[in-house]
């Protein structure tokens, strides 16, 4: 049984950091995507960030390039997003999700397990 759980969230001001931790137990991930998404009240969900677990190669959002960092540690078997930069529109419900992929890595039905999510507000 695949469980990710998400930890970091809280209430930041603008410009300021958070750094968010998903761990992953249940399986062996070398062959999986593990990536981080996020959904603000009224909006879809957004994709975020990704990392290749076996090769580390990452993947951003535009909106975040620059300010976001994706990584992992395969010993703790947990991925982190750094944020630093924030700013109000960042504010969501960020949630890990892990995936084998064969389409976009950008598209969250690509992934087959998620985190229970865990809230981001970001104040101006």
């Known amino acids: 049984q695949v469980q990710l759980v998400e930890s970091g969230g809280g209430l930041v001001q603008a410009g300021g950091s958070l750094r968010l931790s998903c761990a992953a137990s249940?399986?062996?991930?070398?062959?999986?995507?593990l990536g981080w998404f996020r959904q603000a009240p009224r909006k879809e969900r957004e994709f975020v960030a990704a990392v290749y677990w076996s090769a580390g190669s990452t993947r951003y959002a535009d909106s975040v390039k620059g300010r976001f960092t994706i990584s992992r540690d395969n010993v703790k078997n947990t991925v982190y997003l750094q944020m630093n930069s924030l700013k109000p529109e960042d504010t969501a419900v960020y949630s890990c999700?892990?995936?084998?992929?064969?389409?976009?890595?950008?598209?969250?039905?690509?992934?087959?397990?998620w985190g229970q999510g865990t809230q981001v507000t970001v104040s101006s």
């Open positions: 999700a892990a995936g084998f992929l064969v389409g976009a890595i950008t598209n969250p039905r690509e992934y087959s397990y």
């Open positions: 249940g399986r062996t991930f070398g062959n999986y995507v």
